[in-house]
């Protein structure tokens, strides 16, 4: 995939409604375990899964990549991109071997400048987990995108 460097205001405005895929993930004991075990936690018990899970795999389950996102936002390289924010909502607890429906998008783009000058574009996007008909959690993620001065 490539990586175009430049965005227009106006197209950072058009990224809002952008639709993921979406699909379908099953977080497996072995992943739980792992992802539990680089906190230093001790596995949870009743295959309740690790809150850490929430940051690959939502984006695995809506069917994109860390690549794409960063395409998405017309990321210019090493350090153009840095975390303004990430938001879990747990209506439920996760459990492993369950197969969760997942689906979201862009929520928020906009070009704004920091106090220090820094013109970046913040880009949002939000994934919600579904078990059948009903969310069970929901992520919302921001990241600014820096630009280079004009």
């Known amino acids: 995939m490539t990586i175009t460097t430049t965005i227009t205001e106006d197209e950072v405005r058009a990224l809002v409604g952008h639709r993921f895929v979406g699909g379908r ?25 690790h809150p850490i899970a929430l940051f690959h795999v939502p984006i695995l389950g809506v069917g994109t990549s860390i690549t794409e996102l960063f395409a998405l936002g017309h990321a210019r390289g090493a350090g153009s991109v840095g975390l303004e924010g990430y938001d879990w909502e747990y209506f439920e607890t996760l459990h492993e071997d ?47 995108f820096y630009r280079e001065a004009s």
């Open 98 to 144: 369950i197969e969760y429906r997942m689906e979201g998008g862009i929520v928020e783009a906009e070009r704004r400048t920091s106090d220090d000058g820094r013109v970046y574009d913040l880009v949002a996007f939000q994934i919600g987990l579904h078990d059948g008909d009903h969310m069970v959690a929901r992520i919302t993620n921001r990241w600014r």
């Open 25 to 49: 993930y099953r977080i497996e004991h072995w992943e739980n375990w792992l992802l539990t075990n680089c906190t230093g936690s001790e596995p949870l018990p009743d295959t309740l899964v």
